[in-house]
């Protein structure tokens, strides 16, 4: 039942639950964290938003008697049971008292690559688009047979657009 509840309040928006899904084995392996550290962070849960740590919660979390390893993934586990929000909260925290760390964190070297790729995606769309408009019949014909074969690259309504575009240019 736990598991469900998890799917449910992180498939909404998958967003954070995911990533600390993704980042939980780097934040409780080899003691990435100390426990100033990983109080600092259940403190700022319960203090600055309560609505994500209750006291008895934030209690259970610090209980020193479990190992620092235990409280951490059963702290994780919570707040991915609680949603994304939640989550969300658990990344400023863990950016606030913890920096480097935060800046070290798997999903956030993947979302470096990915902002990348799409920001070379966008700019490889304009430059063949102002290629393809270039008044030389030559490129046009040379970009339409580029264009033809390109279903799985580009979706094909967008690639019958350009295609009608670079006839348009064609005919002027």
């Not at 990435?32 to 849960?45: G, H, S």
């Not at 989550?87 to 606030?96: D, S």
């Not at 995606?121 to 290629?131: D, K, R």
Request: proline share 3%; hydrophobic share 40%; net charge positive.
């Amino acid at each position: 039942m736990d598991l469900l509840a998890t799917k449910r309040n992180c498939t909404a928006n998958q967003s954070y639950c995911h990533r600390l899904q993704h980042d939980m084995y780097f934040l409780t392996s080899n003691s990435r964290l100390n426990e100033q550290v990983v109080d600092k962070i259940i403190l700022q849960l319960n203090r600055v938003y309560p609505q994500i740590l209750s006291n008895a919660e934030a209690e259970k979390f610090r209980n020193p008697k479990a190992s620092l390893h235990t409280r951490l993934s059963d702290l994780i586990k919570h707040l991915q049971k609680k949603g994304d929000r939640h989550c969300q909260e658990f990344y400023r925290a863990l950016q606030i008292n913890a920096d480097e760390l935060y800046n070290d964190l798997p999903s956030r070297k993947i979302l470096s690559p990915v902002f990348f790729l799409a920001c070379f995606s966008v700019a490889a769309g304009f430059a063949l688009f102002w290629y393809c408009c270039n008044s030389d019949t030559k490129v046009v014909g040379r970009a339409r047979r580029i264009l033809g074969f390109s279903p799985i690259i580009i979706g094909r309504h967008v690639r019958n657009i350009c295609m009608l575009y670079l006839e348009d240019i064609s005919r002027n």
